[in-house]
């Protein structure tokens, strides 16, 4: 035999048990996105490297799949490039698209490119595969999906309380006990400004964001590292231990940044956003975390993590408000604000809660054993009348020995096996055997549907 | 501004409107796969070119997207292929990875890899982008979806009665009027031994399914040119000009081929299936066509066609049975039978008849218009309510004009503005509008519901 062929690296086969909970997650989602008036775009899974390249730092760059381009691609390249093994400026000439690292930039382009046909506020959700040649281990891959909503367009705030109930009624579906941590990068600029280091914003929150991982002492340390004085470590130390009620945080939050103007408008519209939300009922825990910073280079405003209760895990979800998402594409000040939902920790987490309701299966309802030619023309006519009753059900194709077509409906956990033999067909009834109890019984058609609905 | 940013060519953004008509489409196709017990896998985007090459001929290879390597990916390569301008076997070379062309090589190798967690007979539905270099023209992208359902590991002919159902089920369902078309190869290889010329059966097969096309005197013109006596072409025609109902076509088609071996045999497949699936009741016509080859190298047994009957396409559905899905990955003598959607000609023809549910719309169903905080905050609670109720259900984010709030709902096609001020705050009640006919009334939210449901 030919050696076993196999998949890339760091992808992924899904079989069917996986992609019915992969769907069971991804349609929760879609549902809720749904009813809170978000519409699914689609984007190609190729983009122009020009609208990639740059947009993701250097590393991004290197993790980019780039795509050979078709035909003569060595046409016209300078061999210079070759002899001296510049392999990225040589990659720029040999490949023009490469794969979607994320959904942010294609979205941005999405809407840059059609401008002119989009209505703001532009409430757009997409659930696609992205793709990024980064070493794979436990829990990263190399393709895995992106669930993203974001609002553009619109700088009110609502569209912050909105997508927190879209969190929350998300996560209440989906059975997982959360805690919703807010925070706001004018927040976190105004503590750099009120302890005297209005230059070190980005330092500051690159450390203080390690503070679960590593604690205030190693925090600290690496402040100091960074240049940061005594004096303002010693000014950051009492808000890093900001404790109590959301309602008591963010009061002493207040006073510590009163008369601080970018401080004090954060404080703001954390208030405004944690009070209306909480107004309107919300499931989840909701807490301030001042440490919370999430790729600050990018977010302006409201910042936004979702951490499970039950389980040890990352984020499961995040995301915030930016102020230039479509700046790079030519169309400066849009405003925006999105989340993003961590389905391969999604998916974990309902794995090891037990989580999925009993009937995430990929299986039948039925399955129809088949005794020869009569018999299995008697039951193709009854399972025609389940399928249009909404029930699934099939037909094993082979009049197999019996054992074996039990064996078949265990294995592919199919609760039930139909039977019609010559008792059946004479009085055009089913015996239907449940195989967890061992049960059967001999019913007309109407209660079998009755019995499988 | 920057230059405007594109896609590449061949690729296609899809829009909220687009992406609603699409999953329309996929939602039908995946509920009757359900229904008839088939189970969904994905595969990833990304093969291996020793998975992907050499198994769409030479053409294919030249079509297959090629991933360039990571890191330093011209190590090791002889120069001299860069000095040959030796395109092919460098990007061997360079690229390990290649995207997907179709579903049906990388469902071969998912069988060969997991064959042994996998149960026969194996009943799989895919649905997932493919990716092909093609040169882009009206109704051909670079990137297209395919909707392949098949089941390995049965000779069972139920299979094929199954999947006819299965396409009766689907078009019926989009309210689509089809022909389905049959043919099985052993009836081909029958024809080509009768007429005498057994040894052209491709040649036979690649000019008479053109006959639609081209009509019967150019097909016998090619015939000649491609070698077949006088004798056999007279031969042939009366059996291309077979006619009447299906089973008068089957009885002339029996009469043909007696003492025949392999054509009998068809003959009696095609009886089979025509006749059980007929018993069973079917919406769609169903034809003989003995000019159908589709690939005939593929299949070997069954081969089917679907036709829309009310517009001018080409095929909108197609498969058959193949015996050797996988022996090309070392694991001979596995039968299937598959059939393929075709979900761009499935979204024309439905565009084309207006064949779309009314509510196949991305909007939400009301959209409440904002007058400041205290109507929004009133506002918010109502939409609350209306979501527990699954009503898709949004706020415009901005305190703006009521004239531009309108205007936006308009342009989405959300068909109701809810308004609540002073009054409806008052007494808890919510003004409707409903923008085509322009009426409004003031109801109390349980009333609400019942309009919206």
Chains 1, 2 share one sequence.
């Not at 899904?14 to 879609?30: G, L, P, V």
Request: net charge negative; proline share 3%.
């Amino acid at each position: 035999m030919a050696q076993k062929p196999s998949i890339p690296k760091g992808t992924r086969d899904f079989t069917a048990e996986e992609m019915a909970k992969r769907n069971y997650i991804f349609d929760t989602i879609r549902n809720v996105f749904h009813l809170f008036g978000f519409r699914q775009i689609e984007t190609p899974a190729m983009e122009n490297l020009s609208t990639l390249m740059g947009k993701y730092g250097e590393e991004g760059d290197r993790l980019l799949f780039k795509i050979l381009n078709s035909g003569d691609y060595l046409n016209g390249v300078d061999k210079a490039l070759i002899d001296n093994n510049e392999t990225t400026r040589l990659a720029a000439k040999i490949c023009e698209k490469g794969l979607r690292y994320d959904l942010t930039v294609p979205f941005a382009r999405f809407v840059v490119q059609h401008r002119n046909d989009l209505q703001m506020p532009f409430k757009r959700f997409q659930i696609q595969p992205v793709w990024r040649a980064d070493r794979p281990q436990k829990g990263r891959y190399r393709e895995f999906y992106q669930c993203d909503a974001d609002v553009v367009g619109s700088e009110s705030l609502y569209n912050e309380v909105e997508l927190l109930q879209m969190i929350d009624e998300v996560f209440a579906r989906l059975g997982i006990r959360i805690a919703i941590k807010l925070n706001n990068r004018k927040v976190l600029a105004g503590i750099a400004e009120v302890i005297g280091a209005p230059d070190k914003l980005i330092d500051i929150t690159v450390a203080i964001d390690k503070i679960e991982k590593i604690g205030l002492d190693k925090v600290n340390e690496e402040l100091a590292d960074r240049g940061l004085s005594e004096d303002a470590i010693n000014a950051l130390r009492p808000i890093l231990s900001i404790s109590g009620s959301l309602q008591e945080r963010l009061d002493a939050l207040s006073a510590i940044l009163e008369g601080n103007e970018t401080g004090s408008k954060g404080v703001e519209e954390l208030k405004f956003v944690a009070d209306t939300t909480v107004a309107l009922g919300l499931r989840a825990e909701l807490d301030l975390d001042v440490s919370l910073a999430r790729g600050l280079n990018y977010y302006t405003g409201t910042i936004i993590e979702v951490k499970a209760l039950d389980v040890e895990i990352g984020s499961i979800t995040g995301g915030g408000r930016y102020d230039n998402l479509t700046g790079v594409f030519g169309m400066p000040g849009l405003s925006g604000v999105g989340i993003s939902f961590g389905a391969d920790r999604i998916y974990d987490v309902l794995n090891t809660l037990n989580l999925y309701p009993a009937d995430t299966k990929a299986a039948a309802k039925i399955i129809f054993a088949n005794f020869g030619a009569k018999e299995a023309e008697a039951s193709l006519k009854v399972i025609k009348t389940l399928r249009q009753a909404g029930i699934s059900a099939e037909i094993y194709p082979e009049a197999a020995k019996m054992k074996k077509q039990i064996g078949y409906a265990d294995s592919m956990q199919i609760p039930f096996v139909g039977i019609i033999g010559e008792s059946e067909m004479a009085d055009n009834s089913v015996t239907i055997k449940n195989l967890a109890s061992g049960e059967q019984q001999q019913v007309p058609v109407d209660k079998l549907i009755e019995i499988l609905k």
